[in-house]
Protein backbone atom coordinates (compact mmCIF):
# COMPACT_ATOMS: atom_id res chain seq x y z
CA UNK A 1 0.00 0.00 0.00
CA UNK A 2 1.60 3.60 -1.19
CA UNK A 3 0.86 6.65 0.60
CA UNK A 4 -1.78 7.52 -2.23
CA UNK A 5 -3.64 4.66 -0.91
CA UNK A 6 -3.13 2.31 -4.63
CA UNK A 7 -2.69 -1.14 -3.58
CA UNK A 8 -0.41 -3.39 -5.17
CA UNK A 9 0.01 -7.08 -5.15
CA UNK A 10 2.30 -9.81 -6.82
CA UNK A 11 -0.17 -11.63 -9.49
CA UNK A 12 2.15 -14.92 -10.11
CA UNK A 13 -0.51 -16.55 -12.03
CA UNK A 14 -0.02 -14.04 -14.48
CA UNK A 15 3.43 -12.86 -13.77
CA UNK A 16 2.30 -9.45 -13.60
CA UNK A 17 2.45 -6.68 -10.40
CA UNK A 18 -0.98 -5.84 -10.33
CA UNK A 19 -2.18 -1.87 -8.70
CA UNK A 20 -5.57 -0.92 -7.59
CA UNK A 21 -6.37 2.15 -7.43
CA UNK A 22 -9.24 3.83 -5.46
CA UNK A 23 -12.15 4.81 -7.23
CA UNK A 24 -12.58 8.89 -6.86
CA UNK A 25 -16.49 8.75 -7.61
CA UNK A 26 -16.87 6.56 -5.09
CA UNK A 27 -18.21 8.21 -1.82
CA UNK A 28 -16.72 6.72 1.47
CA UNK A 29 -19.71 4.13 2.87
CA UNK A 30 -21.58 5.98 5.88
CA UNK A 31 -22.42 4.18 8.82
CA UNK A 32 -25.65 5.00 9.76
CA UNK A 33 -25.49 4.96 13.80
CA UNK A 34 -29.19 4.23 15.54
CA UNK A 35 -31.60 7.19 16.29
CA UNK A 36 -31.59 8.65 19.94
CA UNK A 37 -35.36 8.13 21.10
CA UNK A 38 -37.37 10.01 23.62
CA UNK A 39 -38.73 8.10 26.75
CA UNK A 40 -41.24 9.53 28.87
CA UNK A 41 -44.14 8.25 31.42
CA UNK A 42 -46.67 7.59 29.54
CA UNK A 43 -49.49 9.67 31.23
CA UNK A 44 -47.61 13.09 32.07
CA UNK A 45 -45.60 12.62 28.54
CA UNK A 46 -42.76 14.61 31.04
CA UNK A 47 -39.07 13.18 30.09
CA UNK A 48 -36.92 12.80 33.22
CA UNK A 49 -36.39 9.34 35.28
CA UNK A 50 -38.32 6.45 34.87
CA UNK A 51 -39.51 4.09 38.01
CA UNK A 52 -39.73 0.08 37.69
CA UNK A 53 -42.66 -1.26 36.99
CA UNK A 54 -43.75 1.97 34.52
CA UNK A 55 -46.20 2.42 32.04
CA UNK A 56 -43.81 4.55 29.71
CA UNK A 57 -44.29 6.17 26.12
CA UNK A 58 -40.82 5.92 23.30
CA UNK A 59 -41.26 8.48 20.65
CA UNK A 60 -39.29 8.81 17.42
CA UNK A 61 -39.34 7.24 14.24
CA UNK A 62 -39.29 3.72 11.98
CA UNK A 63 -40.03 2.42 15.46
CA UNK A 64 -42.35 0.23 14.34
CA UNK A 65 -45.02 -0.78 12.00
CA UNK A 66 -46.83 2.16 10.14
CA UNK A 67 -50.11 0.63 11.12
CA UNK A 68 -50.82 0.36 14.65
CA UNK A 69 -50.47 -2.49 16.57
CA UNK A 70 -51.78 -3.57 20.06
CA UNK A 71 -50.53 -5.82 22.79
CA UNK A 72 -52.38 -8.97 23.71
CA UNK A 73 -51.89 -11.32 26.40
CA UNK A 74 -50.26 -14.90 25.71
CA UNK A 75 -51.62 -18.18 26.60
CA UNK A 76 -49.81 -17.46 29.97
CA UNK A 77 -51.79 -14.29 31.09
CA UNK A 78 -48.72 -12.19 30.12
CA UNK A 79 -47.95 -9.26 28.08
CA UNK A 80 -45.21 -10.25 25.69
CA UNK A 81 -42.27 -8.50 24.82
CA UNK A 82 -42.65 -8.36 21.19
CA UNK A 83 -45.10 -6.80 19.09
CA UNK A 84 -45.37 -6.58 15.31
CA UNK A 85 -41.85 -6.89 15.07
CA UNK A 86 -40.78 -4.49 17.73
CA UNK A 87 -38.67 -5.45 20.94
CA UNK A 88 -38.02 -2.89 23.78
CA UNK A 89 -34.68 -3.92 26.52
CA UNK A 90 -34.14 -2.06 29.67
CA UNK A 91 -30.22 -2.81 30.29
CA UNK A 92 -30.96 -6.23 27.80
CA UNK A 93 -34.03 -7.16 29.76
CA UNK A 94 -37.49 -7.19 27.12
CA UNK A 95 -40.23 -4.61 28.12
CA UNK A 96 -43.53 -6.02 27.67
CA UNK A 97 -45.49 -3.84 24.85
CA UNK A 98 -48.82 -2.51 25.09
CA UNK A 99 -48.48 -0.61 21.38
CA UNK A 100 -46.21 -0.16 18.72
CA UNK A 101 -46.35 2.14 15.67
CA UNK A 102 -43.30 4.11 13.55
CA UNK A 103 -43.57 7.13 15.86
CA UNK A 104 -44.52 5.69 19.37
CA UNK A 105 -44.61 2.67 21.91
CA UNK A 106 -46.13 2.31 25.01
CA UNK A 107 -44.15 -0.25 27.16
CA UNK A 108 -43.68 -1.16 31.31
CA UNK A 109 -40.38 -0.60 32.52
CA UNK A 110 -39.28 -3.93 33.38
CA UNK A 111 -38.48 -4.34 37.50
CA UNK A 112 -35.34 -5.95 36.72
CA UNK A 113 -33.93 -2.08 36.55
CA UNK A 114 -34.97 -1.29 40.32
CA UNK A 115 -31.36 -0.24 41.94
CA UNK A 116 -29.79 0.87 38.92
CA UNK A 117 -28.82 4.71 38.79
CA UNK A 118 -28.93 4.53 35.22
CA UNK A 119 -30.25 2.17 32.24
CA UNK A 120 -29.97 1.70 28.20
CA UNK A 121 -32.74 1.21 26.21
CA UNK A 122 -32.55 -0.30 22.66
CA UNK A 123 -35.14 -0.34 20.45
CA UNK A 124 -35.41 -3.51 17.09
CA UNK A 125 -37.37 -3.46 14.77
CA UNK A 126 -37.27 -6.39 12.51
CA UNK A 127 -33.84 -7.59 14.09
CA UNK A 128 -32.63 -3.98 13.56
CA UNK A 129 -31.40 -1.45 16.45
CA UNK A 130 -33.57 1.64 15.63
CA UNK A 131 -33.75 3.44 18.32
CA UNK A 132 -31.41 3.72 22.13
CA UNK A 133 -31.15 6.21 24.79
CA UNK A 134 -30.25 5.95 28.31
CA UNK A 135 -32.59 7.01 31.26
CA UNK A 136 -32.16 7.61 34.44
CA UNK A 137 -33.77 5.09 37.28
CA UNK A 138 -35.95 6.77 39.93
CA UNK A 139 -37.72 4.26 43.06
CA UNK A 140 -40.81 6.21 42.27
CA UNK A 141 -41.67 8.70 39.18
CA UNK A 142 -45.39 9.02 39.47
CA UNK A 143 -48.24 10.77 36.70
CA UNK A 144 -51.93 10.75 37.49
CA UNK A 145 -54.76 10.18 35.12
CA UNK A 146 -56.85 13.56 34.52
CA UNK A 147 -59.73 11.11 34.90
CA UNK A 148 -60.98 10.14 38.51
CA UNK A 149 -64.43 8.44 39.03
CA UNK A 150 -67.08 9.76 41.35
CA UNK A 151 -68.82 7.01 44.34
CA UNK A 152 -71.23 6.22 41.82
CA UNK A 153 -68.43 5.05 38.92
CA UNK A 154 -68.93 8.04 36.76
CA UNK A 155 -66.32 10.26 35.59
CA UNK A 156 -65.57 13.17 37.54
CA UNK A 157 -66.39 16.20 35.20
CA UNK A 158 -67.74 19.86 35.73
CA UNK A 159 -70.98 18.64 34.85
CA UNK A 160 -70.44 15.72 37.43
CA UNK A 161 -68.52 16.65 40.38
CA UNK A 162 -68.37 14.56 43.81
CA UNK A 163 -69.66 15.53 46.75
CA UNK A 164 -67.41 16.26 49.47
CA UNK A 165 -66.97 13.83 52.72
CA UNK A 166 -67.57 10.79 49.63
CA UNK A 167 -64.83 9.18 47.88
CA UNK A 168 -63.04 9.23 44.57
CA UNK A 169 -60.79 7.04 42.56
CA UNK A 170 -57.88 8.14 40.96
CA UNK A 171 -55.10 5.93 38.67
CA UNK A 172 -51.53 6.87 38.40
CA UNK A 173 -48.52 4.63 36.95
CA UNK A 174 -44.80 4.66 38.61
CA UNK A 175 -45.16 4.07 42.14
CA UNK A 176 -42.07 1.70 41.72
CA UNK A 177 -41.66 -1.54 43.62
CA UNK A 178 -44.56 -3.18 44.99
CA UNK A 179 -45.03 -6.13 47.72
CA UNK A 180 -46.42 -7.99 45.09
CA UNK A 181 -44.15 -10.77 42.67
CA UNK A 182 -42.88 -7.55 40.63
CA UNK A 183 -43.06 -9.43 37.12
CA UNK A 184 -43.29 -7.05 34.32
CA UNK A 185 -46.61 -7.71 32.19
CA UNK A 186 -48.54 -9.42 34.81
CA UNK A 187 -52.40 -8.04 34.84
CA UNK A 188 -52.78 -7.60 39.04
CA UNK A 189 -54.45 -10.23 40.83
CA UNK A 190 -55.28 -10.73 44.46
CA UNK A 191 -54.21 -10.33 46.69
CA UNK A 192 -53.55 -6.98 44.99
CA UNK A 193 -50.03 -5.59 45.41
CA UNK A 194 -49.61 -2.62 47.19
CA UNK A 195 -46.39 0.08 46.54
CA UNK A 196 -43.15 -0.21 49.00
CA UNK A 197 -42.94 3.39 49.27
CA UNK A 198 -45.58 5.68 51.23
CA UNK A 199 -48.49 7.16 49.44
CA UNK A 200 -49.98 10.22 50.20
CA UNK A 201 -52.49 12.72 48.60
CA UNK A 202 -53.59 15.96 48.91
CA UNK A 203 -56.95 17.75 47.74
CA UNK A 204 -57.33 21.22 47.30
CA UNK A 205 -54.26 21.73 49.67
CA UNK A 206 -55.59 19.24 52.16
CA UNK A 207 -54.66 15.60 53.38
CA UNK A 208 -57.49 13.43 52.27
CA UNK A 209 -57.74 10.10 53.74
CA UNK A 210 -56.63 6.80 51.62
CA UNK A 211 -58.80 4.13 52.02
CA UNK A 212 -56.62 2.16 49.32
CA UNK A 213 -53.66 1.96 47.60
CA UNK A 214 -52.57 -0.75 45.30
CA UNK A 215 -52.26 -1.84 41.77
CA UNK A 216 -55.74 -1.49 39.88
CA UNK A 217 -57.47 -5.12 39.49
CA UNK A 218 -56.48 -7.02 36.33
CA UNK A 219 -54.47 -3.91 35.13
CA UNK A 220 -51.11 -3.78 33.69
CA UNK A 221 -48.53 -1.28 35.73
CA UNK A 222 -51.84 1.18 37.08
CA UNK A 223 -51.85 2.36 40.61
CA UNK A 224 -55.52 2.63 42.07
CA UNK A 225 -56.18 5.33 44.82
CA UNK A 226 -59.36 5.16 46.62
CA UNK A 227 -59.50 8.55 48.77
CA UNK A 228 -61.80 10.33 50.85
CA UNK A 229 -62.72 13.66 49.74
CA UNK A 230 -62.07 16.62 52.55
CA UNK A 231 -65.39 17.70 53.93
CA UNK A 232 -65.90 21.58 55.13
CA UNK A 233 -62.37 22.93 54.78
CA UNK A 234 -62.75 22.32 50.78
CA UNK A 235 -64.55 25.20 48.95
CA UNK A 236 -66.66 23.55 46.03
CA UNK A 237 -65.75 23.71 42.17
CA UNK A 238 -62.41 23.06 41.00
CA UNK A 239 -59.72 21.38 43.15
CA UNK A 240 -55.98 20.41 42.64
CA UNK A 241 -54.88 16.81 43.45
CA UNK A 242 -51.62 16.26 44.11
CA UNK A 243 -50.19 12.60 44.83
CA UNK A 244 -46.80 11.97 46.20
CA UNK A 245 -44.93 8.56 46.23
CA UNK A 246 -42.03 8.84 48.61
CA UNK A 247 -40.39 11.52 47.66
CA UNK A 248 -41.65 12.15 44.25
CA UNK A 249 -44.41 14.34 43.79
CA UNK A 250 -46.85 14.20 40.57
CA UNK A 251 -47.83 16.53 38.28
CA UNK A 252 -51.51 18.03 39.90
CA UNK A 253 -54.63 17.22 38.11
CA UNK A 254 -57.96 19.14 38.61
CA UNK A 255 -60.97 17.54 39.93
CA UNK A 256 -64.57 19.13 40.28
CA UNK A 257 -66.57 18.65 43.69
CA UNK A 258 -69.72 19.93 45.04
Known amino acids: LDGAGDLYFADTGNNRIRRLVPDPMTPDPVIQLPAIVTVVNAISLRQGAVAPGEIAAIFGTGLG ?21 VEVRFEGTLAPIFFAQ ?10 TVAG ?3 ASVEVRYQ ?17 MLTLATNPDGSPNAESAPAPRSTWMTFYATGEGLTDGPNIAGTPAQAP ?11 IAGVD ?50 K
Not at 69 to 84: E, H
Not at 131 to 138: D, F, L, Q, R, W
Open 65 to 85: PDTPVTGVLDADGVLPGTLGG
Open 102 to 111: SGQLNVQVPY
Open 116 to 118: MET
Open 127 to 143: ENVVGTASVTIAPAAPA
Open 192 to 202: YPHPLLAISLT
Open 208 to 257: AEILYAGSAPDLIGVLQINARVPGGFVPPGEAAVVLTVGAATAPAVTVWL
